[in-house]
């Protein structure tokens, strides 16, 4: 099972919004709508910030929301703040019943 | 409050066996999809096994007949034995608790990590 495909850095001024994509296959993606999404901090754990392509956990910013098209899931973050700059990540259930995670996005915050 | 705490990472050489341990409060070992995830020092994160509440069982490729993954349902603890340790699996090793998503895809139902420890380190040295 090959990671799914992130770019590697976005990056955005203070109050912009940014997108992430998220590309997987007809494996993953394409036939579920089970895509989370986590942010982690240098040195700490990773934390889910939404489930289900578009669900977002208690307590989790409303700026965070995500969506799908196909075989590819988005994570926008709007608002940006000097908090968000971290790295983040995309998983997704597949057919096999394993998961897989995306490669990786650093967002910058300029 | 949900705590998972990691034990039983150090250094092994290539070849050695290691067994990780991840002791659980606030939630029933047993009772749920627990899963652990490994990040290589600089590296993204890797899905490396799974265990539903049923006790069946799903491994990624890479450490497929090599790692089994086991719990403890008279401690809470959910374990990691790693054999035949290679170079690449050098990582920080998570557990982590799967929540069901609450919508079906026929008889299928995904799951996402909420509650993460905070890792133990595994370096397999040549």
């Known amino acids: 099972q090959s990671a799914l495909t992130q770019p590697a850095s976005v990056s955005g001024s203070p109050g912009q919004s940014i997108t992430i994509s998220c590309t997987g296959t007809?494996?993953?993606?394409?036939?579920?709508?089970?895509v989370s999404w986590y942010q982690q901090h240098p040195g700490k754990a990773p934390k889910l910030v939404i489930h289900?392509?578009?669900d977002r956990p208690s307590g989790v910013s409303n700026r965070f929301s995500g969506s799908k098209s196909g075989n590819t899931a988005s994570l926008t973050i709007s608002g940006l703040q000097a908090e968000d700059e971290a790295d983040y990540y995309c998983y997704s259930y597949t057919t096999s019943s394993t998961g897989v995670f995306g490669t990786g996005t650093k967002v910058t915050v300029l | 409050e949900v705590q998972l705490v990691e034990s039983g990472g150090g250094l092994i050489q290539v070849g050695g066996s290691l067994r990780l341990s991840c002791a659980a409060s606030g939630i029933t070992v047993s009772s749920n999809y627990m899963s652990w995830v490994r990040q290589a020092p600089g590296k993204g994160l890797e899905w490396v096994s799974i265990?539903?509440?049923?006790?069946?069982?799903y491994y990624a490729d890479s450490v497929k007949g090599r790692f089994t993954i086991s719990r403890d349902s008279s401690k809470d603890t959910l374990f990691l034995q790693m054999n035949s340790l290679r170079a690449e699996d050098t990582a920080l090793y998570y557990c982590a608790r799967a929540g069901l998503s609450k919508y079906y895809s026929g008889l299928k139902r995904g799951h996402y990590f909420d509650y993460w420890g905070q890792g133990t380190l595994v370096t397999v040295s040549s």
């Open positions: 007809s494996s993953d993606i394409g036939t579920y709508n089970y």
């Open positions: 289900d392509v578009s």
């Open positions: 265990i539903h509440s049923s006790g069946t069982t």
